[in-house]
């Protein structure tokens, strides 16, 4: 940001890459719009493909990220932290057309597809330890998925007995779909059984994950997918 001094008298709006505006003491500002260059090499290209994968993926799970990713010293929150966590690991970027070199006019889009892979893929990170002793299982008659965890030990600096265990069904499909539960406390053995009613969430066809918060939602741990 910078103070701008004219003779031509105040004036607000966008030069090139610089946005003007007057601040709350009248003074004229301005600042960078921050445009990103366009990629076009392979390495860039790929990655833009695999950050928009991932934005795309995040948009409709913002739900379960803004529990899963609250935001802590080396885990940013919300969407900047559920991309930091998958945009490297959880998606696998291919070639529309291998036997065609890149195209420099071309964008991403058009030459590179991406595709998440949900085995690897992160609904939540943080300094917390990842749940233990947790399964799931899923009955595609029912439709209905079922969390059964052990007795938690000891506790730990990472692990406390009150944190918030959350159980994720996140489809596969084409048509994106998800379901968040609340299974209660880390410390307690439980069992808890969940219906789904969707046309396009079906148990057979999602992958279904696990994470906990601290008791008071400030902190998270790393997901583990459960099934896939």
């Known amino acids: 940001m910078a103070i701008v001094k004219s003779t031509l008298g105040k004036f607000s709006g966008r030069l090139g890459h610089v946005i003007l505006y007057k601040g709350r003491d009248g003074k004229m500002l301005c ?39 609250p935001g802590e010293k080396r885990f940013p929150a919300g969407m900047q932290g559920f991309i ?22 071309k964008r991403a889009p058009q030459e590179f597809e991406g595709e998440i892979d949900f085995s690897r893929l992160q609904v939540s990170d943080g300094s917390l330890g990842t749940p ?7 009955d595609a008659e029912t439709q209905s998925v079922r969390f ?3 007795e938690m030990g000891l506790e730990s600096p ?19 779909q998800f379901r968040i539960f ?28 696990v994470f906990a918060t601290s008791a008071d939602g400030k902190k998270a741990s790393p997901s583990v997918c459960l099934l896939s």
């Open 132 to 138: 233990e002793g947790v399964t799931a299982t899923v």
């Open 182 to 209: 609340s299974l209660g406390a880390r410390g307690v053995a439980d069992e808890r059984c969940f219906k789904i009613v969707s046309k396009h969430l079906r148990v057979e066809e999602a992958a279904v994950y």
């Open 148 to 150: 059964i965890r052990q």
């Open 31 to 69: 600042r960078s719009e921050g445009v990103m260059p366009t990629p076009k090499s392979e390495q860039q290209k790929r990655h833009c493909e695999a950050f928009g994968t991932v934005v795309k993926t995040g948009r409709f799970l913002l739900p379960v990220i803004q529990v899963g990713f």
């Open 158 to 176: 990472c692990r406390f007995r009150d944190d918030e265990l959350y159980g994720v069904v996140v489809s596969i499909g084409k048509r994106p």
């Open 84 to 105: 930091r966590a998958n945009v490297k690991t959880a998606v696998t970027v291919t070639k529309i057309k291998p036997e065609k070199k890149v195209n420099v006019q």
